[in-house]
Each structure stands twice: as C-alpha cells, then as structure tokens.
C-alpha cells in the first residue's frame, strides 16, 4: 500500500488528492494545509471584498469534512510542513496553534505550496497598518473589515495585472475613489501596448486614476500618504499590494531539490523534481506568463496522479490562457503576445480586426478588438487577444484550441463555427483572423502597425487616409494625406512612387481594399492593421499619460474636458430615445433631430446596440457643445445621457468652426447614393449646413415612383423618361447589377441588417435640413420637369451650387 503526503491544500494539491483516490481505494494519503481552509476559490476574493459574491461560503469549494467524508483522505488543516528529510523520505510537521513537531514518512511527496505575494521594499511599510495583500479568505476578511471600520473613501492599488484591475474595479464599485499604480508602462502584461491601452482607457472612463512608469518609494504612517519617484504624493486610506506572486519554494530548496531563476521548483515533463520521489505541482513550480490559472494547477494535479499509478501522461504545459472582466468588458488572451516574441527572437508577423459578435441588426451584438500573432510565413498561430462587450472569452478559447492542436491560419478559415445571429456571424472573427493573416502569408497583403505609423511620420513617410472627409473629422493621423477610397484610383498622381504607401481606414476593410488598388498600379504599400480606431486608442492612451493626476476633496468635482462631465450614480432624464438595432448614422441622427426640440440644460438618455455610437456621439458633443454625461452598457445594451449644452458652453457651433458640408451626385446607382445620403446625414447631424447638389444621372434618385404626366415632352425627353431609373426602388447598382437582382439583395440585406431604406435616408437628410437641389440645366437637358421630382427639391443653378461651396470645408463629388 502506497503512502502518499501532499504538502498543500489549494486547487492543485486538493485536486491531485481527489484523483489519487479515485486511482487507488487503499492508499494512504495524508494532505497537510498550514492554513485554516482548502480548495478555495481564490480567484474570487476580490469579488467578495466588491461583495459581488455576497456569501463567503460559496467561496469554499470543498471543505475539509466534505473532502475527507467524500474521498476518505486524512486531511491536517493548521499543520505547517518545516522540513523534509528526503535521505529518510519524511517531512517534519508543526501544529500552528501549539506548535508541537512530529515526524511523517512517505513513499511519494507532492509539493503544492503555491505561492506568496511580491512585497516590497517600501520605506516606511513595515509601520503601515493600512497595507494589505490578498491571497487568502483571512486576507480578503481583513481587508472587508477595514473597510468597513474606518469608512475608507481612497484607495490605492499597487500592481498591474488582472488581479490588481480586479481588485481596484471591485473597490470602486463600493464607491470608493481609486488609483492604481503601475512601475511598468502598461497594465495587463498578458496584451500589447495598444491592446492594453484599451484597458487603461476603459479604467479612466470609470473615474480612476492610472499611474504608469511610477514606483512607490515611501509611505508616511501618520498621514496615510504615498510618495511616489516622481514626487507626487497620494492619499490612501487603504492600500492594497498586487505586484504578482513569487514561489513558496523555501522547502524545496532547503531540501536541496533543483530551483529555477525565478525562485520556482524544476520539474520534468511528468512533473517530477531531481529526486524522483517528490513531485511539485502548482504555483511552486517553475513557469512563465502572467498568473497560472485554476485550469492550469488543476490539469497538474490530475497529471501526477495519473504519472504515480503508472499511466504515461505528461504535462504539455500551459500558453498562459487568461481572461478578467473589466466593467462591462472582457479581456482575455491565449499564447504568446508581441513582447514575449520578440524577447524570445521569434520572427511573427500580427493583424488586428474589429469585427462584430453577433449580427448587426441583433439587440446585444457589439464590436470585438481582436489581435493575433503568428508565423510570417508558416501561419503557425502564436497567440491572440481580444476585448469586447460579448462573444470575447468563446474566441480565445477557440485560439487556445488552435494552438494546442499546432494549427496555422489557415486552419481558422476552415473552422466550422456557430451562425446564429445571437451569437455570430456568418463569417465568425475567428474566419476573419485567418483570412487576414493567411493575406499577409501568402504574400497579397502587407501590414503596418499603429505603434510604427508616427515614427514613418516623422521620417517623411506618406500616409494615405482612405476614410470620408466627414469620418476625419472625428480624429486623424497627424501627417496623413486624406484620399478617399472612392477617389483613389483617380489621385494616384498624388502619391509617391519612390517609397513605402502606408493606407489607413477606420478599422481595416477599406485599407485592404486600398492596399490592391495601389499594388495593382506598382505602389509598394502597406496596410495599418486595426486602422485608425486601433491608433486613437493609442493615442488617447498617450494624451491621458500626460494629464496631471486628478484627486477629489470631499464637496469639490473633478475637472474634466469640455463636454464631458464626470457623473456618478443615477442620472435622471427629461427624454428617452430608443435606437436599439439602428445601425449608424441612424443613432446620431435621431439624437440630433431630438435635442433639437429640448431646452439647455435637459438630459437625453439614448438606449442604442450600435458599438461605434459611444465614441461618435462623444465627437458630436465636442462639436456642437452639449454635454456627454455617462455611458453605461448592460446585456449587450448601452444607454448614454446627454445634457443639451453645458456650463459656458454655446450649443451652437462657433462661428469660427467648419460650417459646410456640399455634395454633387452625379451618378444614379443605389450605392452611391445611399452613400452619399449617409455622408449627408452624418454632417447635418454635426451641425454643418449640408446642400445636396443633383445633376445628370443624379436626377433619377429624385424622380417620383410613380407615372407621372408627360404632356409637353418631345419624343426624345419621352425616350429618356422610360429608359431611366424612375425613383429610389428602380436604380441599379454599382457592380453585380444582375439586371436589378443585386439592387434587390443589397436592399434585402439592409433591411435584415436593420440599416435605413434609401428612401428614409432621404427623409431623414431632409428632416435635418439638408437641402437637395436639382440642378436646372441638367432638367432641361434631360427632360426632366418639377413635377416629376419629390417634394422638397429646390430647383437651382450652378451658382447656387458654388455660392455654398464657398462656405464650405467639404466638398465632395459622387
């Protein structure tokens, strides 16, 4: 009968007791804990110190009763192992409370010590009784009741991985004002740079301060201050250490057992250490990445079980698969990121996407930003990492997945995935990763990264944006040339031949299509992967750095930006509007179109499912002067509040700022001019003064459905009337016409997709005052007369067109 002790009671050491029973009925087995309790979920406590796990029982995942009852273990609570004679094979045990030693044999020894926080060296800490760790249930009860005795209003939380986010999310949420301090240059060491600024940008969004590249140097006991390198000095009732963990290896190297350089036990792949006897499982073990999962131990424990009764198991290691929930969001990552690459001298290659979760046109659908690193030229997948409202944690999964099982990117595109529109789409952003990254690896593509774009800048380097003149308004590249993608082939006289082409969009897609353009025509180009709204997070992410660090005194307000304006709590509104399922520009224009109609000072509350309407109508309040208030997203759905103006703000627009928006349409495809109304009614919308200018074939999108008198028509003008499109119903399309089956897809598809007919884009346009002009030489020449056209057409020349022009900073021809 074989006698196996288990030193250590958490996840791993209970896990590999458990199978070790259920492997063998008559083993002896004897699992020592120094601690009070065993497998607990220590995941969870900066949940419960947030009291979003409000019973500390659940906490406890099996109790020493229930575990020895269940799989007949003698299990010691309070029992500190201090000595291991490996010569002898016994380990020397003192009780915690009265602290008597005694002596226990073993034939096997499992090591499942796990790991202490990192503390350290801080001057003035050692007199501090406002600092905490968390690490055990006793750690989390302390804190609780600190919090709950001294009536903490600040906190402070040292450390940036996911626990520390964790634990300043969960200290906010119990009102508290919150900073969290980090020496490095980014939270979230499992993401990149310009994933993680994500990460820092939704954590300000909440009112906390980040501090990045700081340390603490000292603490000052009686003023309950920290002082940091740089001299700022912050106030904390409470401060909370989540720099990491380091291994309880202190046995193991008392016992002469191999050590690696992070402090950690060595092991084989059986998870053996240099004495075959002993095994180590857990957080004592040697490894790399950011925080070992309860995944991670449990699959050890469960291995050495396996090993000890002789199956031929191994352990393949862990990629570090992580995730934490931030707010509304999930952050999650798999495999190995760009840092870790590069330190390891790996040639990779990346791509960035921001595809959807689910269908556009289904309430709770959002935007995912996901990254994904991989071989140049094999495709083999490396890792990948992602944020997003849902959907985040399935895709990683599923890359984790990949990984394991060695598949490439191509691999990816072949996945047969979930279509359903509550959960995906027809093309999952799984799909989309492999089909972006295998481009790169076949060589049709070439991708640019925004971390490299100002520096190519700064060197001379042309940028192209291929966005609408309208979209840049929202925020550009600094440097950057602006030439849009429906302009591009007929502008390539701009662009330089003699060097490197980087072209940029919002998120990618028009970028790509750029891309082949310019390569078809000798250009050596490069697409920026992510697009724009990949750099502007890392912009703003970099502006934020600069920002002084905000704190709050008691009755004082935080000062913020011009319109925005930090809210706390419940805010109330004096309008509702529901835009759940519009796609844009349909939330900001009804926004538009109903603050109009409100009084300075009422409040708007917007409930919308479009993901790209947050930071959109945060540009629109920048513009017309309202306020942007608060944004808050439950179950997929987001509700944002707005104040019509603010405090000294005009809500006009200055008379300094662009005023104009002139468009000529001169082509009659659906497209075209569905393009061309959304240009128009985003601008209205921004408070521009928009005038359509219709000529020529144009015409056809103004003439009414239905027959109309031709009396007075000579026989030519009859002729152009019935060969011509009459109305928005009967134009063609741009490419794949079909004789009118494309036109009919392309208006199936909006409709699924809950985008705006053509014919209520019109309506809308003229609702927000964009004024649609026909022009009257084109009329006469195509014998087109006033009744033929929709109500609201103005009749004007080409002096009307230019007198417009004049006063306007786009113009744009379709």
């Not at 004789?739 to 346009?765: C, P």
Request: hydrophobic share 40%; aromatic share 6%.
């Amino acid at each position: 009968m074989k006698k196996i002790v288990i030193i250590g009671g958490a996840a791993a050491g209970a896990t590999a007791a458990a199978r070790l029973r259920r492997l063998d009925p008559k083993a002896q087995i004897i699992l020592f804990e120094k601690g009070e309790y065993i497998s607990y979920a220590s995941c969870g406590l900066p949940y419960y110190i947030g009291e979003m796990v409000p019973q500390r029982d659940s906490l406890l995942i099996q109790t020493v009763e229930g575990l020895t009852e269940r799989y007949n273990l003698d299990i010691r609570i309070e029992a500190e192992v201090t000595y291991i004679n490996r010569k002898d094979q016994t380990i020397t045990v003192k009780h915690a409370k009265t602290s008597e030693q005694y002596e226990e044999t073993y034939d096997i020894l499992i090591l499942a010590t796990g790991a202490s926080p990192i503390v350290p060296a801080i001057r003035g800490l050692d007199k501090a009784d406002n600092v905490f760790t968390l690490q055990t249930i006793p750690d989390a009860d302390e804190i609780k009741s600190w919090l709950k005795k001294k009536e903490a209003k600040q906190a402070v939380v040292i450390g940036g991985g996911f626990t520390a986010i964790e634990i300043a999310e969960n200290l906010q949420k119990r009102g508290m004002q919150v900073t969290i301090i980090e020496a490095g240059s980014q939270l979230a060491p499992a993401l990149d740079e310009e994933m993680a600024a994500l990460v820092h940008q939704k954590l300000r969004d909440q009112d906390m301060n980040v501090i990045l590249g700081q340390q603490v140097i000292s603490m000052d006991h009686a003023e309950q201050q920290l002082i940091l390198q740089n001299g700022t000095v912050l106030n904390s009732d409470i401060t909370i250490l989540a720099m990491g963990l380091t291994p309880e290896s202190e046995l193991a190297k008392e016992a002469g057992l191999a050590i690696g350089k992070k402090g950690g036990a060595l092991v084989n792949a059986n998870l053996q250490t240099n004495d075959p006897a002993i095994y180590a499982i857990g957080n004592v073990v040697e490894w790399s990445g950011e925080a070992p999962s309860a995944s991670f131990t449990n699959r050890q424990g469960r291995v050495v079980a396996d090993h000890i009764y002789g199956k031929n198991v191994q352990y393949s290691g862990s990629i570090g698969t992580t995730a934490t929930k931030l707010f509304d969001l999930t952050v999650a990552a798999t495999g190995s990121n760009e840092k870790t690459l590069k330190s390891l001298n790996v040639p990779y290659e990346a791509v960035h996407i921001h595809p959807a979760s689910q269908a556009g046109y289904y309430i709770g659908g959002s935007s995912i930003t996901l990254k994904m690193t991989f071989h140049p030229e094999t495709g083999e997948i490396y890792g990948a990492q992602a944020i997003g409202l849902t959907g985040v944690e399935k895709r990683i999964d599923v890359i984790a997945t990949g990984i394991k099982a060695k598949m490439s990117v191509f691999d990816l595109q072949d996945l047969e995935l979930i279509s359903s529109p509550a959960f995906s789409t027809p093309k999952d952003p799984i799909n989309m990763l492999g089909y972006v990254a295998g481009n790169i690896v076949n060589g049709e593509l070439k991708a640019a990264h925004v971390l490299q774009i100002d520096e190519v800048i700064a060197k001379g380097g042309t940028v192209i944006d291929v966005r609408e003149p309208l979209e840049r308004e929202m925020g550009y590249i600094k440097g950057s040339k602006n030439i849009p993608l429906g302009e591009l082939k007929m502008r390539l006289k701009e662009i330089p031949k003699d060097q490197p082409v980087y072209v940029s969009c919002q998120v990618g897609q028009r970028g790509y299509l750029a891309s082949n353009l310019l390569k078809e025509h000798g250009f050596d180009v490069y697409n920026v992967s992510g697009g724009y709204k990949m750099y502007a997070s890392v912009l703003r992410d970099q502006e934020a750095r600069k920002t002084p660090i905000q704190t709050k005194v008691e009755g004082e307000q935080q000062t913020m930006a011009q319109a925005m304006e930090a809210i706390t709590g419940d805010v109330k509104a004096d309008v509702q509007l529901n835009c759940l399922g519009l796609q844009c520009p349909g939330p900001i224009s009804q926004v538009f179109q109903t603050m109009n109609q409100m009084n300075d000072g009422e409040v708007l509350e917007v409930k919308v499912t479009d993901p790209g309407f947050i930071s959109d109508v945060k540009a629109w309040c920048s513009k017309t002067g309202n306020t942007f208030l608060k944004d808050e997203t439950i179950d997929g759905i987001t509700v944002v509040y707005v104040r019509r103006g603010g405090a000294g703000v005009n809500t006009q627009v200055s008379a300094n700022s662009p005023k104009g928006a002139t468009l000529v349409v001169f082509d009659q495809d659906l497209d075209k001019a569905i393009a061309s109304f959304i240009i128009a009614t985003g601008a209205a919308a921004m408070g521009k003064k928009v005038t359509m200018f219709f000529t020529f074939w144009g015409l056809n999108i103004l003439r009414r459905e239905e027959a109309v008198s031709q009396e007075g028509k000579d026989f030519i003008e009859k002729m152009f009337s019935k060969m011509m499109p009459r109305g928005p119903k009967k134009l063609p399309i741009s490419n794949m016409n079909m004789g009118g089956m494309g036109a009919k897809m392309i208006r199936t598809v909006m409709e699924q997709k809950n985008v705006d007919s053509l014919e209520k884009l019109m309506v809308t346009a003229m609702d927000l005052g964009v004024e649609i002009t026909a022009c009257a030489m084109s009329m006469d020449v195509m014998g087109i007369r006033e009744h033929e056209l929709i109500d609201g057409v103005q009749i004007g020349g080409v002096a009307s067109y230019l007198g417009q022009a004049e006063d306007s900073n786009v113009n744009l021809f379709i």
